[in-house]
């Protein structure tokens, strides 16, 4: 099913994390088909209904939305841009895969990015600033008591720093941080996957508004630092624990 007739307020109302993103570029909340369709086959990337390597086939896609392979082609540009989907000469699309070094490097990159957003908003916050942390904190710390709420979690994380990125005023710098950040947006899922880790997150954003309330930049600074790097290492942790298994099985 295709993407439609979204809220008025599709920043808030959107569905679909992938549309979410999408919507985080346009004034008004509008999905073309290629859109609708990135919507849909991003969302399928980070549930991880399609795994990463996975050959994408324009055919098949073609069929299942009812469109011609134009929208499916401009569909998959459109999640290559956001790092989801990797285009390979006279082979097609698969669904993208990072290694242990990416993933710690577009990490160390994305803290970096963050910083900045945080530097330009933390220093004279606003009352919707402070109101989008204080209830997107309140919200994680809901998700995080209840064990089935992993990839909501991280997805709720996710939209709130693209909120956070808006608020900055610096749309070169928005759109950096948003789409580095969905394109991490699964292996932050696999950081996450505790509900000992999700305590952790949002005990780092409860400190984090405390910071801010009090004008301590700095602090603020170094909480985010802190929880991206511990998302990212221990993304890492369970993606070679993975690869362990899978060997494992393999041999078995």
């Not at 993103?21 to 346009?26: C, G, I, K, N, T």
């Not at 469109?67 to 841009?81: C, K, Q």
């Not at 989801?84 to 006279?90: G, M, S």
């Amino acid at each position: 099913m295709l993407v439609k007739d979204l809220p008025s307020d599709a920043y808030r109302a959107a569905e679909s994390t992938v549309a979410f993103r999408l919507f985080a570029d346009q004034d008004t909340p509008t999905l073309t088909v290629p859109e609708q369709i990135a919507a849909t086959l991003g969302d399928r990337i980070l549930s991880s209904e399609m795994s990463a390597g996975a050959r994408i086939g324009e055919v098949e896609l073609s069929e299942e939305f009812k469109v011609s392979r134009g929208p499916v082609r401009d569909a998959l540009r459109i999640l290559e841009r956001e790092g989801l989907v990797t285009l390979l000469p006279r082979r097609g699309a698969i669904v993208t895969e990072l290694t242990e070094t990416e993933i710690n490097e577009l990490m160390e990159i994305r803290a970096g990015l963050f910083e900045l957003v945080i530097r330009k908003i933390g220093a004279q916050p606003t009352d919707d600033w402070l109101g989008i942390l204080a209830s997107g904190t309140e919200r994680l710390e809901k998700l995080a008591e209840d064990p089935q709420s992993g990839d909501v979690y991280a997805e709720t994380a996710y939209r709130l720093i693209i909120l956070c990125a808006r608020m900055a005023g610096n749309q070169k710098l928005h759109r950096m941080l948003t789409g580095l950040s969905l394109q991490t947006l699964r292996y932050s899922k696999l950081g996450l996957a505790s509900v000992e880790r999700r305590q952790r997150s949002a005990s780092l954003w409860r400190q984090a508004l405390n910071a801010q309330r009090q004008g301590d930049v700095e602090s603020l600074v170094a909480l985010a630092r802190t929880r991206i790097h511990e998302s990212s290492q221990e993304s890492v942790r369970q993606m070679a624990a993975l690869a362990a298994f899978k060997v494992e099985n393999h041999h078995a």
